[in-house]
């Protein structure tokens, strides 16, 4: 950083975190933005929730493709200027979302958004870790970042419910658009314009590689999120996406081979911190995109309002910073990572089959809060070493690669956990609703007492006929939510041993590479 300070003289040290802290917490609303109430948003444009999915993906996407040339543009704009810029695209973006409906036009504004909002989180994260002031200062503001990160649609929802409620998905974006204004208030308030190092000319990028890049993010992405949806490779567009998926990985590759400064190093892959890293940044994401699952039953079996809904991801809240907190304790004193990744799978495995505990037609607050607070617990505990540990002891000329290696680990954990889940529970629901129709026929007695109960309950109220269809229409309910709940316990233990296996494979890995090594020397002997 230059001699010059970056803040105006006459901001008081003691003001400068705090409001760095806030100027912050809009970078995460932007990833988040439709992510609030699924539902609600799939309805409101008349999309499928596979759209919304693919929203946050577009978003992704861009903060995959911009983290390749922002060291470039950092140094190219004064980083005052910058914030300013790009904060305030981002409320005419905001605002262009506000006033369509037309999913075609958002998804190219959501990409534009995942631009802006990386560039707001790489641009305030590393005055906010300087401002720490304290040795730790990049874990704990690895930890304010990834907080916000996994958490920040929970923030979201909350400030925007009232807007959703009583007004529409317009207000809704309006609530986003005066937290941006703030962090221009900010921006103008805390710095001035002097350079964070000497101006380097766009000279020399790879444009034509960022492109490459960014449409096989983009088809690879959609060919996970709307597969199931299309009945994968019987459908058109799923086997076009495939091939330009495919196409254009190869192309960005292959020009990163041949270009005297590529974009990204894939010799980063040759480390084993890097690989494993990954490795278990996907299991953890997997994990982590079961909770929709939850909040699903919270909603179509359970019949809670989504207000409710919103208040009881507080749970996980609350147990991912009590889940970051404790790692950061068990990191500063030096324990193993492999036993940090060994506790925190360990725990996510309990809370999975936690959760097959409560896949009952009712539940209540407290026994559904206490495995979503564990989940949240194990997520959070495991995401920032995983992290540091990617980047440890690494060249630091490397280190940007592996943080952006680490970031496109996250963004296709994120598709394929959506996937995976996705299939599990369409699989599980098909299994199950044709097995117990089996049993809704007029030969099993259980069937008849059912019926005539239920018969019973419409007759009473309603004619014979009323009564008949009502009585169908609720026997199919009762077959679909019980479907739902025997796909979810099937699907929560399968997730739990899979933790379990992970554990398993975070202990025995380290003996069986020094085995086969040992192995390998003693035949080389010979």
Excluded at 135 to 149: N, Q, R
Excluded at 178 to 189: D, E, G, N, R
Excluded at 452 to 470: E, L, R, V
Aim: charged residues 10%; aromatic residues 16%; hydrophobic residues 55%.
């Amino acid at each position: 950083m230059a001699n010059n300070t970056l803040y105006y003289k006459w901001v008081p040290e003691w003001l400068k975190l705090p409001l760095l802290i806030i100027g912050m917490f809009p970078f995460a609303t932007l990833l988040a933005l439709f992510h609030t109430n699924t539902t609600f948003t799939a309805s409101f444009l008349a999309v499928e929730p596979e759209h919304i999915q693919y929203f946050l993906t577009l978003s992704y996407a861009a903060v995959v493709v911009t983290l390749l040339v922002f060291g470039r543009l950092v140094t190219f704009i004064r980083l005052r200027s910058f914030l300013l810029i790009i904060n305030t695209m981002t409320v005419f973006i905001l605002y262009a979302i506000s006033i369509t409906t037309d999913i075609y036009y958002i998804s190219i504004l959501r990409v534009l958004m995942g631009v802006c909002a990386i560039v707001e989180g790489a641009c305030l994260l590393p005055l906010l870790i300087k401002q720490l002031k304290t040795k730790k200062a990049l874990y704990i503001g690895s930890v304010i970042m990834y907080f916000y990160m996994i958490s920040g649609g929970t923030f979201t929802t909350h400030l925007v419910k009232t807007a959703i409620q009583d007004y529409g998905v317009a207000e809704m974006v309006n609530v986003i658009i005066y937290l941006h204004l703030l962090t221009i208030l900010i921006v103008i308030i805390l710095l001035n314009n002097n350079r964070i190092s000497r101006k380097i000319p766009l000279y020399q990028i790879d444009w034509s590689s960022l492109l490459f890049l960014l449409i096989s993010l983009l088809a690879g992405s959609y060919v996970l999120v709307f597969g199931r949806k299309y009945y994968w490779f019987e459908d058109g567009t799923i086997v076009c996406c495939t091939a330009v998926f495919l196409l254009f990985s190869a192309l960005f590759i292959i020009k990163q081979q041949l270009v005297k400064r590529p974009l990204f190093n894939f010799r980063v892959l040759k480390y084993k911190n890097v690989l494993l890293g990954m490795l278990l940044f996907l299991a953890l994401y997997i994990l982590r995109a079961s909770l929709g699952n939850i909040y699903l039953m919270m909603n179509k079996v359970w019949k809670w309002p989504w207000e409710y809904t919103i208040y009881m991801q507080y749970f996980n809240v609350v147990g991912t910073l009590l889940g970051m907190v404790a790692s950061g304790i068990l990191f500063f004193k030096q324990l193993n990572t492999k036993y940090i990744a060994g506790i925190g799978f360990a725990i996510l495995s309990v809370s999975c089959f936690w959760f097959v505990q409560i896949c009952y037609p009712d539940s209540t607050y407290v026994a559904v809060g206490m495995p979503l607070g564990m989940h949240g617990f194990g997520v959070g505990f495991l995401f920032t070493p995983i992290s540091i540990y990617m980047v440890a002891q690494m060249p630091e000329k490397l280190v940007p690669n592996i943080a952006l290696a680490g970031t496109a680990t996250r963004f296709w954990g994120n598709n394929i956990g959506f996937m995976v889940i996705q299939e599990l529970t369409y699989n599980f629901n098909q299994q199950h609703t044709v097995q117990l129709s089996r049993f809704l026929d007029f030969s099993n007695s259980y069937a008849i007492s059912f019926w005539n109960q239920i018969i019973g309950k419409y007759t009473t109220s309603q004619g014979a006929y009323t009564a008949d269809i009502m009585a169908s229409k609720t026997v199919r309910l009762a077959v679909v939510k019980q479907a739902s709940l025997l796909s979810n316990m099937e699907i929560f233990t399968i997730l739990g041993y899979m933790s379990l296996i992970v554990v398993f494979a975070i202990f025995t890995f380290p003996v069986v590479v020094k085995a086969i090594k040992k192995m390998g020397k003693t035949t080389a002997d010979c």
